[in-house]
């Protein structure tokens, strides 16, 4: 049989640091979130204009349309994958640099830098939201078009 490669398919590389693939560095994951609102706004286009139901978040209706325009390299589980750490991006650029920095700097691997992106997230969901997670995506434009992920809310409800 064949055996799956479980790596990771991003490198932890500080802000503005391209990995050696260059298509697997933070940078280019963070892209990718961006892409995903541009497809959604083409989707609500196309729905509207059909006069049908328009998404209002990425959702699986989003990722069928980037594949079939080109862009099959956004995958809907990878994109729900590291979408806390997106979020965290998006809501304090200083923390996740900063993480990314630091675990470069110790060759640690992406899914441990993953890992530690849901405290500091949960922390300011605490500060400014009183333990809202849901209210910190909705506000945020870039994140209020995205599902709140299980384990972030879990975390935030605990």
């Not at 706004?41 to 049908?52: D, L, P």
């Not at 996740?96 to 530690?116: D, I, K």
Request: hydrophobic letters at 35%.
């Amino acid at each position: 049989g064949h055996v799956r490669d479980r790596r990771h398919p991003f490198i932890v590389t500080p802000l503005r640091e391209v990995a050696r693939d260059k298509e697997n560095g933070l940078d280019y994951l963070f892209n990718l979130y961006k892409q995903c609102g541009e497809f959604l706004i083409q989707v609500q286009n196309i729905a509207k204009r059909r006069g049908e139901k328009c998404p209002t978040k990425v959702t699986n209706e989003v990722f069928r349309y980037a594949k079939k325009v080109g862009a099959s390299y956004i995958n809907r589980s990878k994109m729900r994958h590291y979408v806390h750490c997106y979020a965290l991006y998006c809501v304090d650029e200083d923390v996740p640099n900063e993480l990314r920095r630091a675990f470069s700097e110790r060759g640690e691997n992406v899914g441990a830098w993953r890992q530690a992106c849901y405290k500091p997230l949960g922390a300011i969901a605490a500060r400014q939201a009183n333990w809202d997670v849901d209210a910190i995506f909705n506000v945020h434009p870039r994140l209020s078009v995205r599902y709140v992920p299980t384990k972030l809310r879990q975390l935030c409800h605990a």
